[in-house]
């Protein structure tokens, strides 16, 4: 629920507001990307690194949750140059893809597990 927004925003955002929407379009989407990604790839990223420190065990849930939240700390990095100096400190934002990486993998393990049960 709270991806869609940052999706809008992301292909809608620039047309709906003037010179400043860059910056707010980035700090909104860095608060709602931010919900997702600690519901999303946290939960996947602990789990992960705790079976690969007590068994030795590799998942690729692991790989996708620290590109997640890597992406996310890039972007949210960028986006602190709003509160610094008034301005996004680099280009591009990928909030939206976080979102998009989250959802697949989420909406993807959903359907597997509803063939299997």
């Not at 600690?38 to 790989?63: C, D, I, N, P, Q």
Request: charged share 10%.
């Amino acid at each position: 629920m709270f991806g869609l927004p940052v999706l809008a925003l992301q292909y809608f955002g620039p047309s709906l507001g003037g010179a400043e929407s860059e910056r707010w379009i980035g700090v909104l989407q860095a608060i709602l990307t931010g919900w997702v990604t600690y519901v999303g790839a946290a939960g996947m990223l602990s789990e992960g690194l705790v079976l690969l420190a007590s068994r030795g065990k590799f998942m690729f849930e692991t790989v996708l949750s620290l590109v997640a939240v890597g992406l996310y700390l890039f972007s949210a990095i960028s986006v602190l140059g709003v509160i610094l100096h008034g301005a996004i400190f680099y280009r591009p934002l990928l909030f939206h893809v976080v979102i998009l990486l989250i959802a697949t993998w989420t909406g993807f393990r959903w359907w597997r597990m509803s063939r299997t049960s």
